[in-house]
């Protein structure tokens, strides 16, 4: 069955670093992948799209890869702040919109 | 505000009682959909809507019972719940069905208690 893996661990890390986050992906091949934040208590909010024949996308601090050969999206955040500081749900599509469990991210000061 | 509001915000509820949950969304959007998200658990997608018409329902228990009376609202009809259905219960919507990539909206979901 298809599978999502994000990070199971919550990443900690220092204001002013790059946070790096992982969502791999078995026996699926999503035509896109998207990537959504979530605050506690809030629903999701939609940051990225890439599509499948994309390699790389940007938006101000944030940059995602797409890897169909590895099954694999990263998600950098650059110059971390302490507002970055929530979950971050993967969710590769394609026909279904599949979410991982999310990784907890934590910028302290 | 993400232009979809969900009513009530937190709900607690017996096993025997009867509630609704009530989604509204502001986006002239076309699909809406019901997710459940369980502590720890990737967010369950429960049911979805197209054009009012319902297109998908994975395997929802019966207790849980969806209306759509237009497109713009979406409501939850719940009945005979367990404690396990305890959970933030999210709708969102998109401008078309999610086959070509259109973003989700959320709503910032119920918590539903049942106890």
């Known amino acids: 069955s298809q599978k999502i893996e994000q990070n199971s661990e919550a990443l900690n890390i220092q204001e002013g670093k790059t946070a790096t986050l992982t969502c791999n992906y078995t026996n699926y091949s999503p035509a896109y992948l998207q990537w959504y934040r979530q605050d506690p208590g809030r629903g999701p909010v939609f940051l990225l799209l890439?599509?499948?024949?994309?390699k790389e996308k940007r938006k101000e601090r944030l940059k995602v890869t797409f890897d169909t050969t590895l099954k694999q999206s990263l998600f950098h955040i650059t110059a971390s702040q302490p507002a970055d500081s929530a979950t971050y749900l993967c969710?590769?599509?394609?026909?279904?919109?599949?979410f991982g469990q999310g990784t907890e991210l934590s910028v302290k000061p | 505000e993400t232009g979809v509001t969900q009513t009530p915000r937190h709900l607690v509820m017996g096993m025997t009682n009867k509630k609704s949950l009530k989604c509204e969304q502001h986006l002239g959007h076309n699909a809406m959909y019901w997710y459940k998200q369980s502590a720890k658990k990737p967010l369950e997608l429960m049911f979805v809507?197209?054009?009012?018409?319902?297109?998908e329902n994975n395997s929802v228990p019966s207790r849980f019972s969806p209306e759509c009376p237009n497109s713009s609202h979406l409501f939850l009809h719940l009945h005979t719940l367990q404690p396990e259905d305890s959970a933030l219960y999210l709708c969102?919507?998109?401008?078309?069905?999610?086959?070509?990539?259109?973003?989700?909206?959320f709503g910032n979901g119920t918590r539903l208690t049942v106890t």
């Open positions: 890439i599509r499948e024949n994309e």
């Open positions: 809507y197209n054009f009012k018409e319902q297109t």
């Open positions: 969102a919507s998109s401008p078309q069905r999610t086959g070509n990539g259109s973003p989700l909206h």
């Open positions: 969710a590769p599509g394609g026909g279904k919109l599949i």
